[in-house]
């Protein structure tokens, strides 16, 4: 099974970037969809986006289409989430996820069965 160990978060200002990274263990990471998703405290977890395994299909939630972007790169194991425009909204932990290999990337946090421990990421006013 694969294990996802996520990295690059930290506090940013109104309006900055930040990109968030995963590295994938244990497994074989090309089989896998993979997704972000987020979570404050007292709500559940939200989805944010998601690549199919082969990366021809992306999902993003409404609220962050047009200003986050997902990829991966096989080669590397690495699964990326650039966020531009950052919001004080957006602060969150976010966590990185793998889940069956299917040609749509599944927007369901339920879809994804290894999770990673997380990231802090906070957009200051």
């Known amino acids: 099974q694969v294990l996802p160990l996520e990295s690059g978060g930290g506090l940013v200002q109104t309006g900055d970037s930040l990109r968030l990274s995963c590295a994938a263990s244990?497994?074989?990471?090309?089989?896998?969809?993979m997704a972000w998703s987020r979570q404050t405290p007292g709500k559940e977890r939200a989805f944010v986006a998601a690549?199919?395994?082969?990366?021809?299909?992306?999902t993003y939630a409404d609220s962050v289409k047009g200003r986050f972007t997902i990829s991966r790169d096989d080669a590397k194991n690495t699964l990326s989430l650039q966020m531009n425009s950052l919001k004080p909204e957006d602060t969150a932990v976010y966590y990185c996820?793998?889940?069956?290999?299917?040609?749509?990337?599944?927007?369901?946090?339920?879809?994804?069965?290894?999770w990673g421990q997380g990231t802090q990421v906070t957009v200051s006013s």
């Open positions: 996820a793998a889940g069956t290999a299917k040609p749509r990337a599944g927007a369901m946090t339920y879809e994804y069965d290894y």
């Open positions: 690549i199919n395994w082969y990366g021809g299909s992306t």
């Open positions: 244990g497994g074989t990471f090309s089989n896998y969809n």
